[in-house]
């Protein structure tokens, strides 16, 4: 092959490049990956073109519960000696850095399915709420609750208070573990309100109030550290009933700690707490009550006071068990209209996890009440539920 050939091919060979080259884009998009942030915690990726973490999970939980276990134990004709329930629930957690601090959004849809047929069925949002630096703002656990239990089985609730309230509140952290709240909270779902000492046609207490007029006051100072916690709240509320001339004050204040008793087991626990209240029974955990007796048109509040107690014990990884009980004491406004009576509750579960976000376990409960001219009445349960988590 000559020079003048070899001259034409690489010319040739030139051309056929450069037109390769014009027909492709000058600029190619860069591919936006989803990226994973685990600044948060496991299981966040960032949304793709913002900056905003992101982490989508839920539960499912399978359960069945054997009730009317004593001779006094009576959930009503309708009540089946045993029921099952199914609940779902779908969880989304945000997180975004902005000039004002952290924002994240979280909510909880929650649907339950239940053979009871009682009015346990259906969705609802069981949190939805905005925090902006240290504000919250929507549904969210109350700020007067302290340690709210450790039992993973639906047996007898213990005589403590543990609600999910609509709510405006701000947590400031300070040094070495304490944090302060202060918070204005919705009290419709703690509202229990009055006896009027009536009955119905059915046979039923008439039960008077008067909605909400001015929100609840919550405030509260917790200490935690790597040897446990210790907190103390308080709540300051208005007690109305339609058929009352007056409205009246109610209050609840609630003291507690626990220690981490890593040196038996790794992540075992024991916790202490103790409540008393006046016309706002919902912060002592008496949730079968009601706030104030009727006496003519003037409201009479009663007055309950609590304490519970819990351990929690980790046999191995995978096994674990906890014991908890409660004592309730309440105090009548009039004792004409309504007797004044104390609860006892213990329960406890046995609880099994073989993998992660897979548990199995088993609870059962005991609870007796001693109403004031009355026989005690005693109740049991059983509970056997198997649950996932992702």
């Known amino acids: 092959m000559n020079f003048k050939a070899i001259a034409i091919a690489a010319a040739a060979a030139a051309a056929a490049t450069s037109a390769q080259a014009a027909d492709l884009p000058a600029d190619i998009a860069p591919v936006d990956y989803v990226r994973i942030n685990d600044a948060y915690g496991a299981g966040f990726f960032v949304l793709p073109g913002t900056e905003t973490?992101?982490?989508?999970?839920?539960?499912?939980?399978?359960?069945?519960?054997?009730?009317?276990?004593?001779?006094?134990?009576?959930?009503?004709?309708?009540?089946?000696?045993?029921?099952?329930?199914?609940?779902?629930?779908?969880?989304?957690?945000?997180?975004?850095?902005?000039?004002?601090?952290?924002?994240?959004?979280?909510?909880?849809?929650?649907?339950?399915?239940?053979?009871?047929?009682?009015g346990n069925e259906g969705v609802k949002l069981d949190k939805g709420y905005v925090q902006i630096g240290g504000f919250t703002f929507g549904r969210a656990t109350s700020a007067f609750d302290l340690w709210t239990g450790d039992l993973s089985s639906n047996v007898f609730d213990r005589h403590m208070a543990d609600d999910t309230v609509w709510q405006a509140s701000y947590t400031h952290a300070l040094a070495n573990g304490l944090t302060l709240a202060a918070s204005i909270e919705d009290n419709a779902d703690r509202e229990h309100g009055a006896d009027t000492g009536t009955v119905d046609s059915e046979g039923d207490r008439v039960i008077s109030k008067a909605g909400n007029t001015i929100p609840?006051?919550?405030?509260?100072?917790?200490?935690?550290?790597?040897?446990?916690?210790?907190?103390?709240s308080g709540a300051v509320t208005k007690l109305d009933a339609e058929a009352a001339d007056s409205s009246e004050v109610g209050y609840g204040v609630a003291g507690g700690f626990g220690f981490n008793l890593d040196m038996i087991a790794p992540g075992d626990t024991i916790n202490f707490q103790a409540a008393y209240a006046k016309g706002a029974m919902a912060?002592?955990?008496?949730?079968?009550?009601?706030?104030?007796?009727?006496?003519?048109?003037?409201?009479?509040?009663?007055?309950?006071?609590?304490?519970?107690?819990?351990?929690?014990?980790?046999?191995?990884?995978?096994?674990?068990?906890?014991?908890?009980?409660?004592?309730?004491?309440?105090?009548?406004?009039?004792?004409?209209?309504?007797?004044?009576?104390?609860?006892?509750?213990?329960?406890?579960?046995?609880?099994?996890?073989?993998?992660?976000?897979?548990?199995?376990?088993?609870?059962?409960g005991w609870k007796q009440e001693d109403v004031d001219g009355a026989d005690k009445t005693d109740a049991a349960t059983l509970n056997f539920r198997v649950e996932r988590s992702f």
């Open 283 to 364: 912060y002592v955990g008496a949730d079968d009550t009601v706030d104030a007796v009727l006496d003519g048109d003037n409201l009479e509040a009663n007055k309950a006071w609590s304490v519970v107690a819990g351990y929690k014990h980790h046999w191995t990884s995978e096994l674990s068990s906890g014991l908890e009980g409660s004592y309730l004491d309440v105090e009548s406004g009039d004792e004409a209209i309504l007797a004044d009576f104390n609860e006892v509750v213990v329960a406890g579960t046995l609880e099994y996890r073989p993998v992660s976000g897979l548990l199995f376990s088993a609870g059962a």
């Open 53 to 118: 973490a992101i982490k989508i999970g839920g539960r499912i939980r399978v359960e069945a519960k054997i009730n009317n276990l004593t001779e006094d134990e009576d959930f009503g004709n309708d009540k089946n000696n045993h029921n099952f329930r199914s609940r779902a629930n779908l969880r989304v957690d945000t997180r975004t850095q902005s000039e004002l601090g952290l924002i994240r959004t979280y909510m909880d849809f929650q649907y339950t399915s239940d053979s009871d047929k009682r």
């Open 216 to 232: 609840t006051f919550v405030a509260k100072a917790l200490l935690t550290q790597g040897w446990g916690w210790a907190g103390v």
